[in-house]
T-cell receptor, first 117, second 112 residues
Framework: GAVVSQHPSWVICKSGTSVKIECRSL??????MFWYRQFPKQSLMLMAT?????????EQGVEKDKFLINHASLTLSTLTVTSAHPEDSSFYIC?????????????FGEGSWLTVV | DAKTTQPPSMDCAEGRAANLPCNHS???????VYWYRQIHSQGPQYIIH???NNETNEMASLIITEDRKSSTLILPHATLRDTAVYYC?????????????FGKGTRLSVIA
């Protein structure tokens, strides 16, 4: 099946620094990718929709200047957490829609654990 | 907001069928029913989806009621590796920019 890959799987950074998470679609082109955040024992919360070649669309309450999203190619979207704080520690997950066969199934990456110390 | 209702948790004996219910009484005519599961500390995994007909693949079967207001995901022979949170989601399948909106899901525990 389709594969979406994230990197890194986990990262620890110091408060005030920035960290970048990559999301790649490995065997299909994704014009749209989605970024989610998940806190322990909670469900996935949609952060933003990333569109290739245009600005991302952010959900209400998500700071676009803090969570920078870039979708520069059809196989890569990046999420940069700027000036990270401990409360940004979370599980970040991306997903992408595979248009093959007209089924438009959405597949998810493995997730990236961010710990801000 | 999620448009589905699922029981918060269920138990199933290993080797038995796991039947996970989902209510989606406000589903629209062009919305599909999707099922995903999330094993601890991993990204969600696609299981199956359907519009109105029952569907079956190598992982599971999806039974959708005739009025489409509810559905059941069936894992025919549950194993310990099927322990996960299962999410039922309704979504318009032909819209590339429509994300999946997750509710709280059902935590399935498969017991040896």
């Amino acid at each position: 099946g389709a594969v979406v890959s994230q990197h890194p799987s986990w990262v620890i950074c110091k408060s005030g620094t920035s960290v970048k998470i990559e999301c790649r679609s490995l065997d299909f082109q994704a014009t749209t990718m989605f970024w989610y955040r998940q806190f322990p024992k909670q469900s996935l919360m949609l952060m933003a929709t990333s569109n290739e070649g245009s600005k991302a669309t952010y959900e209400q309450g998500v700071e676009k200047d803090k969570f920078l999203i870039n979708h520069a190619s059809l196989t890569l979207s990046t999420l940069t957490v700027t000036s990270a704080h401990p409360e940004d520690s979370s599980f970040y997950i991306c997903s992408a829609r595979d248009p093959k066969n007209g089924r438009n199934t959405i597949y998810f990456g493995e997730g990236s654990w961010l710990t801000v110390v | 907001d999620a448009k589905t209702t699922q029981p918060p948790s269920m138990d199933c004996a290993e080797g038995r069928a796991a039947n996970l219910p989902c209510n989606h009484s406000t589903i629209s005519g062009n919305e599909y029913v999707y099922w995903y599961r999330q094993i601890h500390s991993q990204g969600p995994q696609y299981i199956i989806h359907g519009l109105k007909n029952n569907e079956t693949n190598e992982m599971a079967s999806l039974i959708i009621t005739e009025d489409r207001k509810s559905s059941t995901l069936i894992l025919p022979h549950a194993t310990l590796r099927d322990t996960a949170v299962y999410y039922c989601i309704v979504r318009v399948a032909d819209s590339g920019n429509t994300p999946l909106v997750f509710g709280k899901g059902t935590r399935l525990s498969v017991i040896a």
